[in-house]
């Protein structure tokens, strides 16, 4: 059975190019519910951790690095089929490939620069759900 609930981060550049309110803005408009939401910053051993299963990648450093390069916007959002309706909001991960209309396609600037994370997953979701957010912040 499929999850309701998946978890998104606005990355580091969408938020310095000043583009919060208006993702929030196209995910609730997109019928999502925000059950979760905070402004932060990862430290290098959270951005280390958090994307561990990427270390063996040439693009690990850089990574890291990137995500920890300004804050970021964490939410947990709640639908009705979440983490399949959230990927095709947010669109491909290089923004050229995604399709018009995504979060990707009008707020990303580059491939590593993409704007947005969404959870690829149900467990995923759960997981990096946990990571940001503890059950009392969570509603």
Excluded: C, W
């Amino acid at each position: 059975m499929a999850s309701n609930r998946t978890f998104t981060m606005i990355k580091p550049d969408a938020v310095r190019n000043g583009h919060i309110g208006a993702i929030l803005e196209q995910i609730t408009v997109s019928g999502f519910k925000i059950v979760a939401l905070k402004m932060t910053q990862l430290t290098i051993k959270d951005a280390e951790s958090f994307y561990a299963i990427h270390k063996e990648r040439p693009f690990y450093g850089e990574l890291v690095a990137y995500m920890t390069s300004g804050a970021i916007v964490a939410a947990i959002l709640e639908k009705e089929n979440a983490v399949e309706d959230f990927r095709t909001l947010v669109g491909a991960t290089n923004p050229e490939d995604a399709a018009e209309g995504t979060i990707r396609k009008k707020y990303a600037t580059s491939l590593t620069e993409n704007a947005i994370h969404g959870s690829d997953s149900d467990d995923n979701a759960a997981i990096e759900s946990a990571f940001h957010f503890s059950f009392r912040e969570q509603f």
